[in-house]
């Protein structure tokens, strides 16, 4: 089972920034973040990871708490071509990656 | 051409048929994976590979063999095809080294009748 815990779906303007939070309480210091989203039945695509700190890319920013025990990925300027299912996985360096559930994100107009 | 390539696209087969799921990459990657995705639900790993010699069950390999060709070439059988089978299997790669990013192929949609 996938070790992380994410909402089932939320709803984003177009244009504002989306907040997608993951709890992963059971994370090891050697175990990393990952974020992942799918656009329909589209392979999954790689956004962003990290470990400790926060990290930002041209697609996104994690903000990764003190303790890691939580995380929360940013889209800053939502689109709709961002609407798609976002995965947040907790794996170590050998990849032994688990997909949960995940978040279904709406960006509405 | 993609970077991870997956044959069939999509297949239709009845219960008992043997079906093989043929993934390849371009890439250079040591480890691939293969996963299942049921309608509504996310990826679930099937088999994972980290070389060639270095093949290892995932949450539910039950039903599923793979076979690691080459270091391109990573395939899933499945011996007696069965419905509850039919699903979104997808091919995944990474490199050895480092905290790199998985990379999917396309998808292979299989019906099983």
């Known amino acids: 089972d996938a070790k992380t815990t994410q909402p089932t779906s939320m709803d984003c303007a177009e244009g504002r920034a989306a907040n997608l939070p993951c709890n992963h309480s059971?994370?090891?210091?050697?175990?990393?973040v990952y974020w992942y989203r799918q656009i329909h039945s589209q392979g999954p695509q790689y956004i962003i990871h990290?470990?400790?700190n926060n990290e930002t890319n041209e697609m996104a920013s994690l903000i990764i708490t003190e303790d890691r025990k939580s995380s929360t990925l940013i889209l800053p300027h939502a689109t709709l071509r961002d609407t798609a299912v976002y995965y947040c996985?907790?794996?170590?360096?050998?990849?032994?990656?688990?997909f949960g559930a995940g978040t279904q994100v709406v960006v509405t107009p | 051409d993609a970077d991870v390539t997956q044959t069939p696209r999509n297949r239709i087969t009845k219960t008992g048929k043997r079906i093989m799921l043929e993934c390849s990459q371009t890439?250079?990657?040591?480890?691939m994976y293969w996963y299942r995705q049921d309608p509504g639900l996310g990826l679930r790993l099937i088999y994972y590979?980290?070389?060639?010699?270095?093949?290892n069950k995932g949450e539910i390999s039950d039903g599923y063999s793979v076979s690691r060709q080459a270091q391109a070439k990573f395939s899933l059988s499945l011996e007696s095809a069965i419905p509850n089978q039919t699903a979104l299997y997808f091919c995944?790669?990474?490199?050895?080294?480092?905290?790199?990013?998985?990379?999917f192929g396309e998808g292979s949609r299989l019906t099983v009748l």
């Open positions: 996985i907790q794996t170590d360096s050998w990849g032994k990656f688990q």
């Open positions: 590979s980290f070389d060639v010699k270095d093949i």
């Open positions: 059971t994370i090891s210091g050697n175990e990393y």
């Open positions: 995944a790669t990474r490199p050895g080294q480092g905290t790199g990013e998985l990379f």
């Open positions: 990290g470990l400790k």
């Open positions: 890439k250079g990657h040591d480890r």
